[in-house]
């Protein structure tokens, strides 16, 4: 059974950082797209950041230049740097996983949420001004 479990969330001020994590169980993390979403009240989840297969990676344009997102396979955790953190970044963010393989970021990009199979709980994240 796969599971994903965020962790990291919290509240910070403008212009702080705050690093989440994903850790997985049951699954195999090195060949399929993995990436963070983020859902605020009245809007649907979009797409952060997705890292794919030879570690592509692609974001959403409100975050390039200030987040990263990697992975760790020998701990079958993944993980995204926010930095410069702005208010319009609240929200809960959610760690995603793809049941396809051997796809680059762009693609699982592209498609969104529907590429993706398996969902964390979510972590809220708070930026004060």
């Known amino acids: 059974q796969v599971q994903l479990q965020e962790s990291g969330g919290g509240s910070v001020q403008s212009g702080g950082s705050l690093t989440l994590s994903c850790a997985a169980s049951g699954y195999n993390f090195d060949r399929n797209c993995l990436g963070w979403f983020r859902e605020t009240p009245g809007k649907e989840r979009e797409g952060v950041a997705i890292?794919?297969?030879?570690?592509?990676?692609s974001y959403a344009d409100s975050v390039k230049g200030r987040f990263i997102i990697s992975q760790d396979n020998a701990n079958n955790t993944l993980y995204l740097q926010m930095n410069n953190l702005k208010p319009e970044d609240t929200a809960i963010y959610y760690c995603?996983?793809?049941?396809?393989?051997?796809?680059?970021?762009?693609?699982?990009?592209?498609?969104?949420?529907?590429?993706?199979?398996?969902w964390g709980q979510g972590t809220q994240v708070t930026v004060s001004s």
């Open positions: 890292i794919g297969t030879s570690r592509t990676t």
């Open positions: 995603a996983a793809t049941t396809r393989q051997y796809a680059a970021s762009w693609y699982c990009f592209t498609r969104g949420r529907d590429e993706f199979t398996y």
